[in-house]
């Protein structure tokens, strides 16, 4: 008997198209959907769950934090572009705190920078651990260079250079 189910299943691949070229088809993709996530409604319908957008004046960000950055605290670096800045913050790493707002205050000489806090992330599972994530800002028209600059972000001013 297992000999004749061995021989119909090798009669089955012989007669699929590029049996022999090792590929496999799927007829699910690879990637996830929009209904990835989604939760059964009243009628059993899978429906996509929302996901915030977080408003983040950052150009791009990354887990981690740049070599010798360390503690909890938020540090801004100068980055090796002159026109933009590295900034570090400590949080949840599924829901880091991103810069949200950068401004130029020219009468107080003064880059603010203010962050977004966990309500961004409306009803979202954020993790309970403590990570840094690295932001890199650009800075705004009218500012000086990174170098010789004072930022104030989470109440403290700092004076890069």
């Given at each position: 008997m297992a000999g004749a189910v061995?021989?119909?299943?090798?009669?089955?691949?012989?007669?699929?198209?590029?049996?022999?070229?090792?590929?496999?088809?799927?007829?699910?993709?690879?990637?996830?959907?929009?209904?990835?996530?989604?939760?059964p409604?009243?009628?059993?319908?899978?429906?996509p769950s929302p996901t915030p957008t977080v408003p983040s004046a950052a150009e791009t960000f990354f887990p981690g934090a740049p070599e010798g950055v360390g503690g909890e605290e938020v540090e801004v670096l100068a980055?090796?572009?002159?026109?933009?800045?590295?900034?570090?913050?400590?949080?949840s790493s599924t829901c880091p705190t991103l810069p949200d707002q950068v401004v130029w205050d020219e009468a107080a000489q003064v880059l603010r920078v203010t962050l977004t806090d966990a309500t961004a992330y409306g009803d979202r599972a954020c993790t309970a651990d403590i990570a840094p994530t690295t932001s890199v800002v650009a800075l705004p028209e009218g500012s000086p260079d990174a170098t010789s600059l004072t930022v104030e972000v989470a109440g403290e001013r700092l004076t890069l250079g």
């Open positions: 061995l021989a119909v299943l090798l009669a089955a691949c012989a007669d699929t198209p590029d049996a022999g070229s090792g590929a496999l088809e799927t007829s699910a993709p690879a990637t996830p959907t929009a209904t990835s996530g989604a939760t409604d009243s009628t059993g319908d899978a429906t980055d090796e572009d002159p026109r933009r800045i590295r900034v570090v913050t400590w949080g």
